[in-house]
């Protein structure tokens, strides 16, 4: 199966070095072009888009934005974004994974690296390293605070999704989370499709936010114990 991708971009030269790249993958199709944020929201319903690789600063409409007005759309719900940076300690990147975006790439990403996070985005997972998530995060709850309230959302996930909840939010694979909690790989992902669906978080990118805004894990905090 094809991974549909849409580049949205102001600047032509990278652009095009990402499309030569993506499209000389073979399970992968640069399948539209935006020079900013609107053009890439109309392209999204134009096109059958599996993921974007948005750009952050794009005139008219942000790349923030423009994955929050993606995110909100039903009729996008199978649209994954992946933002694109200049520089991994940007500010705005954690604003776009409160938007909806699924992850981040530095656009110093090598190439190889590039596929490979096109390919995982589109698995439903989230570009999120442990590292990145403690760092952005720490500078989320120091911009906006975190939530003391719980939803009431969360009185509907069990023990064991908030179990793995955690273990997300520390961002810990599905492979080492069924390590950890002596699961399979399918059943945990199940737990993290069910949370998902319980906390309306579109993946699990979203998970990682709600978890740290709602203090059911802080920066720094360590792992569950076994």
Known sequence: MTIRVLLADDQALIR??????????????????????????ELCHRSRVDVVLMDIRMPHLDGIEATRRIGADERLAGV??????????????IYALQAGASGFLGKN?????????????????????????????????????PSVRHPPELALVTERE?????????????????????????????????????????DRAQLVVFAYQHRLVRPGDPLPER
């Open 162 to 202: 908030r179990e793995v909840l955690l273990l997300v939010a520390h961002g810990l694979s599905n492979h080492d989370i069924a390590e950890r909690l002596y699961l399979s790989p399918l059943t945990v992902k199940t737990h993290i499709n069910r949370t998902m669906t319980k906390l309306n978080a579109r």
């Open 80 to 93: 994954r974004v992946l933002v694109l940076t200049t520089f991994d300690d940007d500010d705005n990147v």
């Open 16 to 41: 095009a070095g990402f499309k030569m790249i993506i499209d000389s993958a073979p399970d992968l199709e640069v399948v539209g072009e935006a020079a900013d944020g609107m053009a890439a929201v």
């Open 109 to 145: 990403v090598a190439p190889a690296d590039l596929v490979d996070a096109v390919r995982v985005v589109a698995a439903g997972e989230a570009l999120l390293s442990p590292r990145a998530t403690r760092g952005l995060v720490s500078r989320l709850l120091h911009h906006i605070g």
